[in-house]
C-alpha cells in the first residue's frame, strides 16, 4: 500500500515563527504536492514538484516555500507564520503516466497548524 | 481549468442508494472526470474516474451524461461509513497532473 506520512498531526506556533512541514512518501513517486484546506474552500494547492529539486507554484504560493532534496520527502516552509496561515494543510503524490488513472493522488493524513 | 459545481450537503438513509450530482459544463474533450472522498480526520482518496462511458468499480459506479456536461456518482448502498465529503474533480492532461478541488458534497447518512 502506498503510504504518505506527515511529520506531525497537530502544530501550534507563534506569529513570526519560521514552520516547516515535512511529508514522506514510500512509493518512489516522482510528483509531490502541497494543499491547504479551510471550511468552505475545498482544497488549494500551494505547491507542487515533479522532480527532485524541481517545484511549481500552485494557486496560493504566497507566505509559502518549498523544499525537495531527495525523491521521497517535499517539505513545505513558512517563512514567517501569520495567524491567517492557519489551516489543514495536506500533503499528496503521485506517479505520473499517460493513463490518468496513475495520476492517482495518494494524501497524507494532514497536519492541523495553529497560528496564535 | 474548467470547474465543477456540487450541491453543499446531501443526506441519505443507511443501505439506501446515493446518487451524488456534479456539473462540470465547460469540461474539455481531453478532461477526466475523477471523485474523491475524504473521511473526518483523513486526507482525501479516490473513488472512481471516468471519460466518457459509465464505470464501476468496487467503491462506486459513475454515470457520466451523453454530453459529458454532467455526472453522477452512484453508492449503491449507502454505510455509515460512507458519510464522507465527495469531491468531483476534473483532470486536465495538459497540465503537470494539476488537481483542482471544489469545496464537494457533504455527505451524511441516517441510522
Not at chain 1, 474552500?41 to 525537495?68: A, N, Q
Not at chain 2, 450537503?9 to 465547460?26: A, D, G, I, K, Y
Request: glycine share 6%; net charge neutral.
Amino acid at each position: 500500500d502506498v503510504k504518505v506520512t506527515q511529520s506531525s498531526r497537530y502544530l501550534v506556533k507563534r506569529t513570526g515563527e519560521k514552520v516547516f512541514l515535512e511529508c514522506v512518501q514510500d512509493m518512489d513517486h516522482e510528483n509531490m504536492f502541497w494543499y491547504r484546506q479551510d471550511p468552505g474552500l475545498g482544497l488549494r494547492l500551494i505547491y507542487f514538484s515533479y522532480d527532485v529539486k524541481m517545484k511549481e507554484k500552485g494557486d496560493i504560493p504566497e507566505g509559502y516555500s518549498v523544499s525537495r532534496e531527495k525523491k521521497e520527502r517535499f517539505s513545505l516552509i513558512l517563512e514567517s507564520a501569520s495567524t491567517n496561515q492557519t489551516s489543514m494543510y495536506l500533503c499528496a503524490s503521485s506517479s505520473p503516466g499517460s493513463v490518468p488513472r496513475l495520476h492517482e493522488q495518494y494524501f497524507g493524513p494532514g497536519t492541523r497548524l495553529t497560528v496564535t | 481549468d474548467a470547474k465543477t459545481t456540487q450541491p453543499n450537503s446531501m443526506e441519505s438513509n443507511e443501505e439506501e442508494p446515493v446518487h451524488l450530482p456534479c456539473n462540470h459544463s465547460t469540461i474539455s474533450g481531453t478532461d477526466y472526470i475523477h471523485w474523491y472522498r475524504q473521511l473526518p480526520s483523513q486526507g482525501p482518496e479516490y473513488v472512481i474516474h471516468g471519460l466518457t462511458s459509465n464505470v464501476n468499480n468496487r467503491m462506486a459506479s459513475l454515470a457520466i451524461a451523453e454530453d459529458r456536461k454532467s455526472s453522477t456518482l452512484i453508492l449503491h448502498r449507502a454505510t455509515l461509513r460512507d458519510a464522507a465529503v465527495y469531491y468531483c474533480i476534473l483532470r486536465s492532461q495538459t497540465s503537470y497532473d494539476k488537481v483542482i478541488f471544489g469545496p464537494g458534497t457533504s455527505l451524511s447518512v441516517i441510522p
